[in-house]
């Protein structure tokens, strides 16, 4: 079956500190990758999605960035933490091959909170 | 771009019946209409998909009228444990149908069982 594993749960950064969550997933191949991030009791804002390696679409500008080292790897990243980073992260994997009828299946979230 | 329009929050009782209206007038031909179920601090999980007409399985159903610019979520018997934030989520696609994985998710409803 397929898996998806994303840490760490909960971060407490320092602003102006670098930041690097992954996920992973197991059990499938070519997903779907997605990071999304949700500020507290709000709606989920897509950041970045990736069909495949290095295929990285991004959705809002700022100082966030994402990469796909591999096929089930998927790394979100900023070199410098604004206080409007804070938030909670969601990395996704949709099946790729059914295009239109794609499923998301959820990671367990980090929660971060930049001081 | 097909977007979604949902009720920010709905209230109900535990025993009975929700039906949860989601509006997608540009949906596309090709698109399926999923709708998540979101706990606080935890990633969204999949209801139920539909493309047309109705859909049923053992934890909700989904009604679709022919025009498929809507759809309405429909809870049975609801209790304390059904609330939760509810996602109505459509694919997005270019002009050549080809997915590029790009879900969007809107604000969603709160729904709130009552004792």
């Known amino acids: 079956s397929q898996t998806i594993h994303q840490w760490p749960a909960t971060l407490v950064q320092p602003v102006g500190s670098p930041l690097s969550l992954e996920c992973t997933v197991e059990?499938?191949?070519?997903?779907?990758l997605y990071w999304y991030r949700q500020a507290a009791g709000r709606g989920l804002q897509l950041l970045f999605y990736s069909v495949g390696i290095g295929q990285i679409s991004s959705e809002v500008p700022q100082n966030l960035s994402a990469s796909r080292p591999q096929d089930r790897q998927f790394i979100l990243s900023s070199k410098k933490l604004l206080l409007s980073d804070s938030g909670f992260y969601l990395c996704a994997w949709s099946v790729r091959f059914r295009a239109t009828n794609e499923k998301l299946f959820f990671g367990s979230g980090t929660q971060l909170s930049v001081l | 771009l097909a977007k979604t329009t949902q009720p920010i929050s709905m209230d109900s009782y535990e025993g009975q019946e929700v039906n949860i209206t989601c509006s997608h007038n540009n949906i596309a031909t090709n698109d399926y209409i999923t709708w998540y179920q979101q706990f606080p601090s935890q990633g969204p999980r999949f209801i139920i998909q539909g493309y047309k007409t109705k859909v049923t399985n053992e934890v909700a159903s989904l009604f679709i009228p022919a025009d498929r610019k809507s759809s309405t979520l429909s809870l049975p018997r609801v209790s304390l444990s059904d609330t939760a934030v509810y996602y109505c989520l459509v694919g997005d696609y270019n002009a050549g149908g080809t997915s590029y994985g790009k879900l969007t998710f809107g604000q969603g409803t709160i729904l709130t069982v009552h004792p």
């Open positions: 059990g499938t191949s070519n997903p779907n």
